[in-house]
C-alpha cells in the first residue's frame, strides 16, 4: 500500500475545503440578494453587500492559499527551526 505525501494531503483538505465554501457562497448569496429583493422591493440599502464583499474577501484568501501559494512556508520555517536547534 502506498503512503501518503502528507503536503500533498494538506494541499488536497485545502482545494476541497475552497470548493466546498465556494459552492456555499454561490447558493447562500443569491438567496439573501433574494431576500432582500422581496421583501423590499429594491429600495432599500443594499445590506446583502456586507456578505458578498467579506465572504468574498474570506474566500479570495482561501483560494489563494490552495492554488497559488508559493511553497510550503510553514514547512520552510519548520526546516529553518530544525537547522537553528543544530
Do not use: H
Not at 494531503?9 to 456555499?24: G, P, Y
Not at 457562497?25 to 423590499?40: D, K
Not at 456578505?51 to 479570495?60: M, R
Amino acid at each position: 500500500m502506498e503512503t501518503k505525501n502528507e503536503r500533498l494531503w494538506r494541499l488536497a483538505k485545502l482545494r476541497i475545503k475552497f470548493k466546498n465554501n465556494l459552492i456555499a457562497y454561490c447558493i447562500v448569496n443569491p438567496f439573501l440578494i433574494g431576500i432582500w429583493y422581496f421583501s423590499s422591493g429594491g429600495d432599500n440599502f443594499f445590506w446583502p453587500g456586507f456578505p458578498l464583499f467579506f465572504w468574498g474577501i474570506g474566500l479570495a484568501f482561501e483560494g489563494y492559499n490552495a492554488y497559488y501559494s508559493k511553497g510550503d512556508l510553514v514547512e520552510r520555517e519548520y526546516q529553518k527551526l530544525l537547522r537553528e536547534q543544530r
